[in-house]
């Protein structure tokens, strides 16, 4: 009983203490930088700072809260208890809801704050609260990882595997000691040369190549293999796709007119040169922040400024002063993120919700482009500056505008019609140690040197974020994956850094290597993390603890991308051509591709084959029509800097592979290439594969072809018998059905009424509808040459009021097929072959007509009036202009030179038809020759149209523009090349282990 007793007393002495410590602790201030600072700075400042706090209450100094606010005091120090600021707090008005959520602090807090205002809200003399000032876990302050200096860290020293001589593998393998792991075995010399290739050039080592590498034993093999595709022209081509990513590289200004932005291309090619020499990535920053800004400047330097240029551009804002912000915005936005990491744009309209990055920065840093040619002007100048701003000609480039420039204010919430206070160009704030107001321009000074001192800013040595940024994406790029996985993201949102010192080291290495970007590739390259396998004995196991690869374990297989896809089948069919440089080329689209558009062809013309089959790098980019075969593939919206693409499997992929005209032409070029130099089964799939795959196929795999080949010939034979009895029955009906639909057909060696001084006051119409054409006034009757169009009759009209009138209402029906053979004499102005325009009829815009305008441009009514251009128009040519269902179109000498979408608006047909002359208008007189014109009543389907077309170009000897028909392949290349496209259509070609 006693030991129970003495048991009980013990517990409640210790309850007793208990109980005082925690009413002590109740009791005792909060300590106002452990405890206060962190929850105001967490909790109130963001709205009550500034020059415009919220209830024009301060809370970041003790004048502020002493003075309290709109409501009064919000410290009662009397009835502390019944502060202001506790009652909002304790009503959970205080933080204010966020999209009708309450923010009520949870009760530590409050109780937090009541203890500090029981306590009279001590304040220590002279403390001023920075929002800014400290990470917390609603957002980043200045001391966040990736704004502290870059300090190399010693290498890891490991503890139960020997220590590797890269000091990448150092860091990696460390970790994976950590979580008792183990890196993948090293891939074999086959995987690595290919994906080697990939890595660095973008295009894939030969059977030969990987066979040589293979039995090369020497222990520099591997650096040589990275030496020499470091230095082949085609790394910088594969690398600089990665940089134009990040600068929004297109050729086109986006908007409604998405019209070119002339010379684009030079700074694609100066981003190319740039990585070929390994230019220093501090001198590549100055360049394109600042290139017009430098003491030596030149003409590449100016180039490189193209990098401010390459954003969308709107000719016709709807608000003009607003939009110059939404392009200091751009720039902005595409700088920070490009070179810093950083979402500075997010700063616009207030500071930066996550990150310590106050709207004045945004501002600051926005003064900086401020003073070029950002507000509207001339359109001629695509929203830049002039040839003699930029002092270079042929040169899409930035310059300012002059040294003094107007003043940039910050704005209420973004508002340009609330100005604040003006800005002063500067430096971020978030770096404080490299932090200052930038020069004022000398007296003689052209521009404002703001660009080069913020580039300067950027590249300072002790600058935290440019190089970690830049490693980060070299990595990203060998490995899939960067270190931190967010590349456009340093800030308190991002990816954390899975190796935070080995970024850290790469980012020294790299500043101590001078900047240059090869070094680093070399290092990487030569890491066994690099070069380990994608498959791991463990991998089911460890695919469960760490399925995102964070320790890199193994290596990861990765999808070509869109470029490297397109690169690496013209490089197995051997037709790629690897030119340096130069305007791109416009890859054929299909039709499907561009019903979107209301003037295809216009706004879209192919370039040559031949020119298509340059690397993809060249293509040329309109941002309103990327190519669908790209874009599938995840090509980058290039409206914005893009850090890393999405990279999909999705269905869509496999029907573009299998269905797309491209990979198709490539299968029967391959096809065709080897059945001209083996038609035996067996050599064919070895030759396939060797091509395709880079190597032998399997005893199965040939056993499959050689059945698939066989298989494929009986199957194409059997189609194409069918197909040549289809196509001679539709010869049969043709003819009838060309004739029945013919409405008019004058032709200049019949039906022609001629005087002694041969003109023509009648020419009968053929075609049995009886639309013939009269002239009754001598004044207006053309004359006939006998010998006009190679030996043929021509009727001649001179351009000065002669023309004919048709019989009746040639058309009534909405689609019609016209065709005409003709030659033109005249220089300018308006002038119609056949027309029934009539504006007192009020057929005016309603009529129509075909015939050219200026020196070489079709019109085909007026909402057709530019219908392309034709050359050499003053010898004899076809033009044959149609109306169907689904396109209007126009041709020349068979070849298309514009379409649209759609059927053209309704035409009024009903008025008085004339040959010669625009209606009734008694002007715009035709000024040459006239062999012969059909009308039909349908649009003709282009087997119709060409026969047709084919037969005047035969008659009167005129050179044909009609596609040459493409050669039928024999059934057994058909089976070829059905087999040639399974292997383009596998994960074996479309993945890099």
Known sequence: MALRMIRCSSWACLLLVQLTTVTHAADQVPDFEAEIAPLLIKRCVECHQGSNP????????????????????????????????????????????????????????????????????????????????????????????????????????????????????????????????????????????????????????????????????????????????????????????????????????????????????????????????????????????????????????????????????????????????????????????????????????????????????????????????????????????????????????????????????????????????????????????????????????????????????MTHPDHPLTARVLVNRLWLHHFGEGIVRSPNNFGFLADPPTHPQLLDWLAAEFQSGGWTIKRMHRLILTSQTWQQSSLHPQYADYEVRDSGNRFWWRAERQRLDAEALRDSMLATTGELDLRLGGPGFRPSISAEALEGLSMKSSAWQASPQQEQLRRSLYMFSKRGLLPPMMTTFDFCDVTQSCGQRDVTTVPTQALALMNNRFVHDRSETLARSIAAKTDDPSEQAQQLWSRVLERNPTSVEMKMAVKHLADQSRRFAALRREEAEQAKQQKLTQHEDLRESLVLHLKADSGISVDAEGRVSQWKDQSGHEHHATAAEKEQQPRLDSDGFAGRPVVVLDGQGRFLKLNGAVLDLQEFTILAVVNDQGETGHREIISNWNGAAGNAGTSLFLGLTDKDTVRFCDVFSIAGKIVDQRNPFVLTALNGEDRSAVFFNGGEILSRNGSLPPRNLSTAWVIGQQGNINGEYWNGGMAEIRVYARALSDAERESVERAMLTEYKIPSAIPAAKKLLPPETLALASLAHVLLNSNEFLYVD
């Open 54 to 457: 919220s209830g024009n209450l301060v809370l970041t100094g003790e004048e502020g809260l002493r003075k309290g606010g709109d409501n009064g005091a919000v410290i009662d120090g009397e009835s502390p208890e019944e502060s202001f600021l506790l009652l909002r707090v304790h009503e959970g008005e205080m933080p204010p809801a966020i999209k009708g959520i309450p923010q009520k602090l949870p009760a530590e807090e409050v109780r937090l704050l009541e203890r500090w205002v029981a306590a009279k809200a001590p304040w220590p003399k002279g403390r001023t609260l920075d929002w800014f000032e400290r990470t917390n876990e609603v957002r980043a302050g200045r001391d966040w990882w990736s704004l502290q200096p870059i300090r190399r860290p010693n290498v890891p020293q490991l503890k139960t595997k020997p220590q590797p001589a890269n000091p990448i593998d150092a860091f990696v393998l460390a970790r994976l000691e950590q979580v008792d792991m183990v890196p993948a075995p090293p891939a074999d010399k086959r995987t690595l040369l290919r994906r080697l290739y990939y890595d660095l050039i973008g295009l894939p080592p030969t059977q030969t190549q990987i066979e040589k590498f293979e039995a090369d034993d020497s222990p520099t093999a591997w650096e040589t293999a990275v030496d020499e595709l470091l230095a082949s022209p085609h790394y910088g081509e594969r690398w600089a796709r990665y940089w134009l990513d990040l600068a929004r590289y297109a050729d086109t200004s986006g908007y409604e007119r998405d019209q070119e932005k002339p010379f684009a291309w030079k700074y694609r090619d100066w981003v190319v040169d740039a990585l070929n020499h390994d230019m220093p990535y501090n001198q590549f920053v100055v360049e394109q922040l600042a290139g017009d800004e430098l003491p030596d400047r030149n003409e590449r330097s100016v180039i490189a400024t193209g990098f401010l240029r390459l954003g969308t551009w709107n000719d016709e804002p709807n608000e003009p002063l607003d939009y110059q912000y939404d392009r200091l915005e751009d720039m902005v936005h595409t700088t920070s993120s490009a070179f810093l990491g950083m979402t500075v744009k997010c700063a616009r309209c207030h500071s930066h919700k996550f990150d310590p990055i106050t709207q004045e920065d945004y501002y600051r840093m926005g003064a900086t482009f401020w003073a070029g040619p950002i507000a509207a002007r001339s359109r001629k100048f695509v929203g830049g500056p002039s040839p003699e701003e930029l002092e270079v000609n042929d040169v899409l480039g930035w310059t300012d505008l002059g040294a003094k420039p107007r003043p940039l204010y910050r704005l209420l919430k973004g508002e340009r019609e609330q100005p604040l206070e003006e800005v002063t160009p500067a430096s971020l704030s978030m770096v404080e140690e490299l932090e200052y107001d930038f020069d004022p321009p000398a007296a003689d000074a052209k521009t404002t040197g703001r660009r080069l001192q913020l580039a300067r800013w």
